[in-house]
Structure formats: C-alpha cells, structure tokens
C-alpha cells in the first residue's frame, strides 16, 4: 500500500492551522520585562536608584499577544536631561506607548508604577577601601603583618549628595581556610549602587604573608624607666624581664632583643598605691606576645644624697 504523503503533509498544515486557530484566540497572560536605558548629560548624576527593569503583566488573546512575544526591542530609553529634578513618571503611560497595545489587550499589573527621577551635580572624591577578606591559616601556621592591598583608595564619582555620605568603599567578602603559604590575589570591590556611583578602579590587588608559626623567649629584657627627677633614684624588683613571642618562622629569626621595648614611667611609680607596677611592653608589631615573666614589678623610690 503506497502512502501519499502530499495528502499527509496537506493534513497536517490543516491541523496546525486549525489548532493555531483556536489556541490564538484564547486569553493568555504575558509576563514581560522590559529593561531601563539611562542616558544623562555630562553634568548631571543619578542621586537615588532607578530600577533596573520593568515587570509588566497583560492579558489578551493570543493573536494580540504574538507580536509582543517575538519582539526583539523592547526597551525603555530614559534621558534624564529631558526632566527637571524630583521628577516623577507614571511607567504605565510609557507601556501603552512603547509597546502600542491593542485595545482589546489590558495591562494587570506593572511594576513598579512610577519611577522617581532625582539627580544632582557630579563630583568626585578619593575613599579608601575597607578589607572584607578573611584569612584562616592551617593549623600551625599565622599571618605575619598586616594585609597588603593595592590600591588602598579609589575614586568615586556620582551626585554630590551621594558622595559625600560615602566614607568607604568594601571588598567582597572572601573566605580561605587552611592557608599555609603567601596568599595574593585580585578581588571586586563591592558596588551595590552601580548604576548612579562609578568606581576606578573596580578590583584591588591583595596580598598575605602566611608563615610557619613559632615561639621565641628573651631572657633578661632590660625594664627602663623614664622621667626619673633628677632627685630621686628606683630600683625595680627584679630589673629585667623573660617574654616569650610569637611570630613566622623566618620573622622571629630576624627579631633580636633590641627590637623589644620594656618601660616603665616614674609618674606611674609616684602614683601607685598597689605596691606594684605592670611595665609597658612594646614588640614587633608582626608578633604577639605570649608571655611576661614576671608580669608585675616591685620597686624602692629612693633619695638621691
């Protein structure tokens, strides 16, 4: 038996054409975003946010509806320089013109309905960047030193109101655990006002000194003190002192006793009324201190004869 697939394929055009038929003329809902292009002039700046997109719900059958559907260009272009400042525009005035409904398609919802227009001068200022990265090193090892960032500032640029609220610009937030070895990297700065605040650069380059943990002790720190009157004569029980730091590996081997500084001022002396004196230590400051012993100090004020 031949079969005669003109009367076939004929069969199935009839088919399509009666289900079109029927289906495009049944009342659908279309959801449509529609995207927001903002143009200015040179002078002006966004000082509150536009949205991005506008949400926009109708309803029609679907013959309406096609045309919307395939539509390649849907876009609402807003030049602000048009406007005067504080403006506010109804978006549903702006979809019935843009996309040129059909009168028997209605529009259900849109979102959002209005959109406020405020804008000011451009300017222009240095902030500086704040850290957002954490660091947790394997165990055994520490980080040596303070964070490298480069660069530590940017410029930003927008309305004059929004400047001058901002006092930092942060990093993204980034998490590295286990590190047991110098850590670099670039990382985005974080903008959550892209569209009205331009930042330069946009990324930073950060840098970690991750090192092999140590101790080291000092025997015998000498403890000096300062502003003696000229009168008077202290001796500290006992003089000198053992501190035990920690620090990197290679760091506490460049680190001597001279590094370290133990003082006490004679005005905390005169005015004690313990008995005794915590001196002040100063280290490098890659280190931390563990240990003092001892950690308090006794003296005799005498008079010089």
Do not use: C, H
């Not at 025997?219 to 001796?235: M, T």
């Not at 035990?244 to 905390?268: A, H, M, N, P, T």
């Amino acid at each position: 038996m031949r079969v005669n697939y003109k009367i076939l394929f004929f069969s199935f055009l009839v088919g399509l054409a009666l289900w079109l038929y029927i289906n495009l003329n049944l009342s659908y809902s279309l959801d449509l975003m529609i995207p927001v292009e903002v143009q200015s002039s040179k002078t002006q700046a966004l000082s509150e946010e536009i949205p991005g997109v506008i949400d926009v719900t109708v309803k029609g059958k679907g013959w309406d509806l096609l045309s919307l559907m395939i539509s390649k260009n849907l876009k609402y272009s807003l030049d602000i320089s048009k406007y005067r400042k504080d403006t506010r525009i109804i978006t549903e005035q702006f979809v019935n013109e843009r996309l040129n409904l059909q009168p028997n398609v209605s529009v259900v919802k849109i979102n959002p309905d209005t959109i406020s227009i405020s804008f000011d001068k451009i300017s222009e200022k240095s902030v500086p960047v704040r850290n957002n990265i954490i660091v947790n090193p394997k165990e055994g090892y520490s980080i040596v030193g303070k964070p490298v960032i480069n660069p530590d500032s940017v410029k930003i640029q927008g309305s004059s109101y929004l400047i001058n609220k901002v006092k930092f610009i942060p990093t993204e937030r980034r998490v590295f655990n286990n590190v047991n070895s110098d850590l670099t990297g670039v990382i985005n700065l974080k903008d959550t006002l892209s569209s009205i605040l331009k930042i330069e650069p946009s990324q930073i380059n950060f840098s970690y000194n991750v090192q092999l943990s140590a101790e080291k002790n000092f025997e015998g720190v000498e403890v000096s003190i300062l502003n003696v009157p000229d009168d008077k004569e202290v001796l500290l029980i006992p003089p000198k002192v053992s501190l035990s730091v920690r620090g990197g590996v290679e760091q506490l081997s460049q680190i001597s006793i001279s590094d370290i500084s133990v003082k006490v001022e004679f005005s905390s002396i005169e005015n004690d009324t313990l008995g005794y004196i915590i001196p002040d230590i100063k280290i490098p400051d890659e280190t931390s201190l563990l240990n003092t012993d001892p950690q308090k100090l006794q003296y005799i004020i005498k008079k010089k004869l």
